[in-house]
């Protein structure tokens, strides 16, 4: 069952400069098919303005994996007719309020945009399965595939030709492009940090042992004694579940990460859209230059298009980037028109 728990943080103007109600029905179905909305409805809350200045809709929505498995999600709905549909996935165990500045920034440049918790990270804590036994492979192949079927959905909701569609991935969320099914249907992406991070990738051999202290002792030694990796094991960040933290802990001792796993059905060949793929300079713990290199390979095979990007916070006039800056409103106000102007440049059907 797909539902729909609340419409939040809402303000839409008319022409007259009026306030007016956007239909929570009409929302939702343009990014759910017509068979779940009767159920979905059901479970609508409750409804309230947002701060002022918001002028789109956003909405909560129970989307249902291919296993069953049900996981929130937010849609933000900009007040004029979207040009584009964004995903926006997130890193590692990162809840998707995180990113809730850069999706209403998007849908200032006329996007409609989803983002989503995976199954046992924020509001999706309470999935049907197990805790421990949730992994990284569920959030790549399960989780994100549900949120690109309403992708697909949006994008052939309105009247006329079907919108073009644009992939955001956070760290975990932007690697998870290269073992998507169904990634011939997205024009474009935008990889933030995102990486193929095996530990002798890193450039200097302190950091190569930290590496592999990380991934071949930190992360099974929390497993065996704490049942899963907490938040504060790795700087922040939500609880990792016990079979995702064994799967970053398996890939990230195998030289393609998880490209060299027999068992990871690998799609990064079949890419035809354009990708950026950012290295960000002072990113030295979770992504430096060179594993994000080992992304860009994985599609080298792809008709498509993966070209490595670069920014530091020189170029930005900031003193720090870092894995998890780019999506903070005081850095990301510098750099998500970059992000966006670059990618839209590449592929201008993004601009309707």
């Known amino acids: 069952m797909h539902a729909v728990r609340r419409l939040v943080k809402h303000r839409q103007t008319g022409d007259d400069g ?25 479970h609508l809350t409750q409804a309230f303005e ?30 004029t007719p979207a040009r584009a549909v964004a995903l926006v996935a997130p890193a590692t165990a990162v809840p998707r309020h995180y990113y809730r500045a850069f999706a209403r920034w998007l849908c200032t440049r006329g996007y409609a945009v989803i983002t989503l918790d995976y199954r ?14 949730i992994s990284m492979r569920d959030w790549m192949q ?41 990634l011939e249907a997205i024009d474009a992406a935008i990889g ?10 890193w450039p ?44 970053w802990s398996r890939w990230g001792l195998m030289p393609g990460y998880f490209t060299s796993d027999p068992t ?13 793929l950012w290295a960000i300079s002072d990113d030295k713990v979770f992504g430096p230059r060179r594993v994000v290199e080992a992304l860009q390979q994985a599609f080298a095979s792809a008709p498509g298009v993966a070209e490595l990007r670069h920014v530091t916070p020189a170029d930005l006039g900031v003193p720090r980037i870092g894995h998890f800056g780019p999506f903070r409103r005081q850095i990301g106000e510098r750099l998500w028109p970059r992000l966006l102007d670059e990618i839209e440049m590449a592929v201008p059907q993004l601009k309707g």
Request: a negative charge.
């Open 264 to 276: 990871v059905e690998i799609t990064a060949h079949r890419w035809t859209g354009t990708a950026h």
């Open 192 to 201: 933030v940090a995102a990486q193929l991070p095996f530990w002798r990738l």
């Open 120 to 133: 046992g990270i924020g509001e999706s804590r309470l999935a049907a399965q197990p805790a421990h036994s």
């Open 204 to 247: 200097r051999w302190h950091q190569r042992l930290g590496a592999l202290f990380f991934f071949g002792f930190w992360l099974p030694l929390c497993v065996r004694l704490l049942g899963g990796l907490p938040g504060w094991a790795i700087g922040g960040g939500e609880d990792l579940p016990a079979a995702a933290a064994r799967d």
């Open 50 to 79: 947002a701060p002022p200045g918001q002028s789109h809709a956003e909405l909560d929505l129970c989307l249902t994996a291919q296993d069953g498995t049900q996981l929130w999600a937010t849609v933000f709905e900009p007040h």
């Open 142 to 182: 399960q989780d994100l595939q549900a949120a690109l079927a309403a992708v697909q959905h949006r994008a052939r909701a309105d009247d006329g030709a079907p919108l073009a569609t644009l992939w955001v991935g956070h760290s975990l969320g932007g690697h998870a492009l290269a073992q998507c099914q169904g």
């Open 18 to 42: 009026t306030m007016t109600s956007t239909n929570t029905q009409d929302i939702a179905s343009r990014w759910l098919p017509a068979a779940n909305m009767t159920p979905a409805m059901q």
